[in-house]
C-alpha cells in the first residue's frame, strides 16, 4: 500500500509518503522517487526469490509415480 503525503507535487516530481508491504508488515517513510522504487524492487526481488525456493522445494519433494495402486486387490487366500 502507497500513502502519499501533503508535500507530493507530481508535476514537479516530488513524491512523499509511506509504504507498506501487507504480508510482511514492512514498512519505509520516503522523501524521493527513488527510495520508493528502491524499496517496491527490493521487496519484488525478495518475493520472487521466495517463489522460486519454494518451487525447488515442491519439486524436490515430489515422489515419482509406481502406476496404479493394487490396494484392495490382494487375494486373502480364504477364497470359497
Do not use: C, I, Y
Request: overall charge positive; cysteine-free.
Amino acid at each position: 500500500m502507497v500513502q502519499l503525503g501533503p508535500a507530493t507535487k507530481p508535476a514537479k516530481g516530488q513524491f512523499e509518503g509511506s509504504v507498506h508491504e501487507v504480508d510482511s508488515f514492512t514498512e519505509l517513510r520516503f522523501h524521493s522517487t527513488e527510495e520508493l522504487l528502491r524499496f517496491m524492487g527490493q521487496r519484488f526481488d525478495l518475493a520472487m526469490a521466495s517463489a522460486d525456493k519454494a518451487r525447488e522445494h515442491n519439486r524436490s519433494e515430489q515422489v515419482p509415480s509406481r502406476g496404479k495402486s493394487r490396494k484392495g486387490k490382494q487375494s486373502s487366500g480364504d477364497e470359497t
